[in-house]
């Protein structure tokens, strides 16, 4: 649970920055539901997805073995 401070400023939990890829300077959109509910949606961050992480850190010459246990996020 999240409180309010007396200027009306929140924190929004790490876990939901993350899922939506927001950043200090993000912006965030309220979104008013007619059944009293408030979907917050990012403007400016972008939701990071299962393969964003490996985006351009492949290296030529590695093995099927080497790309399976990066995709898995194994050490092994």
């Known amino acids: 649970m999240t409180k309010m401070t007396a200027k009306g400023q929140v924190t929004i939990p790490k876990r939901l920055r993350d899922h939506l890829g927001l950043k200090p300077g993000s912006e965030v ?9 408030v979907v917050i949606k990012s403007e400016t961050g972008k939701r990071k997805g299962r393969f964003d992480d490996l985006v351009g ?9 080497e790309l399976m246990r990066q995709l898995r996020g194994s050490d092994e």
Not at 29 to 37: T, V
Not at 57 to 63: V, Y
């Open 57 to 65: 850190s492949t290296k030529f010459g590695m093995t099927t073995d």
């Open 29 to 37: 959109k309220f979104e008013f539901r007619d059944d009293g509910e």
